[in-house]
């Protein structure tokens, strides 16, 4: 539930619609809500956890449609397609209400892994083509 305030003091966005319900309230929100990049943030997250094994190094782009606010302490189920062009998905709200919309996430896709050339054939590659990999890897 405080994770607005929390985000606020992480991201200095101290707008008042995120912290303080009278204001939210009185600009017709009924309650603080949630930021979009803090949305958009754990939207990302919970499609590498579905697609990406939950490393966020796979994350290359990441591009969303805000469609509803979030409030605090919501639960927010998360459909993922694979696609040519990468991940699309839709985060939705309680309700079943789409709360983001045209989700795209770009993952890279590891072939094999590092350890797989690090281990090729019982011996190890050259330190620097194991560098090389995890670099291209990250970079991606």
Same mark, same amino acid.
């Given at each position: 539930? %405080?994770? #607005?305030?929390?985000?606020?003091?992480?991201?200095?966005?101290? &707008?008042?619609?995120?912290? %303080?319900?009278? /204001?939210?309230?009185?600009?017709?929100?009924?309650?603080?809500?949630?930021?979009?990049?803090?949305?958009?943030?754990?939207?990302?997250?919970?499609?590498? !956890? @579905?697609?990406?094994?939950?490393?966020?190094?796979? @994350?290359? +782009?990441?591009?969303? +449609? /805000?469609?509803?606010?979030? +409030?605090?302490?919501?639960?927010?189920?998360?459909?993922?397609? +694979?696609?040519? =062009?990468?991940?699309? /998905?839709?985060?939705?709200? !309680? #309700? =079943? !209400?789409?709360?983001?919309?045209?989700? @795209?996430?770009?993952?890279?896709? /590891?072939?094999?892994?590092?350890?797989?050339?690090?281990?090729?054939? &019982? $011996?190890?590659?050259?330190?620097?083509?194991?560098?090389?990999? !995890? &670099? $291209?890897?990250?970079?991606?």
């Amino acid at each position: 539930p %405080d994770q #607005s305030s929390r985000y606020a003091d992480a991201s200095r966005d101290r &707008n008042p619609i995120h912290l %303080d319900p009278e /204001f939210a309230r009185k600009a017709g929100l009924g309650d603080v809500i949630l930021h979009g990049l803090c949305t958009m943030a754990m939207s990302g997250r919970s499609v590498l !956890e @579905l697609v990406g094994d939950g490393d966020p190094r796979r @994350l290359t +782009r990441l591009s969303v +449609r /805000f469609s509803k606010p979030v +409030r605090n302490g919501s639960t927010l189920p998360t459909r993922a397609w +694979r696609t040519e =062009g990468g991940v699309k /998905f839709t985060i939705l709200d !309680e #309700s =079943g !209400e789409p709360v983001i919309t045209h989700g @795209l996430a770009e993952i890279t896709i /590891f072939h094999r892994r590092l350890t797989d050339y690090c281990s090729w054939k &019982n $011996r190890i590659p050259p330190m620097s083509y194991c560098c090389y990999m !995890e &670099n $291209r890897v990250i970079a991606r």
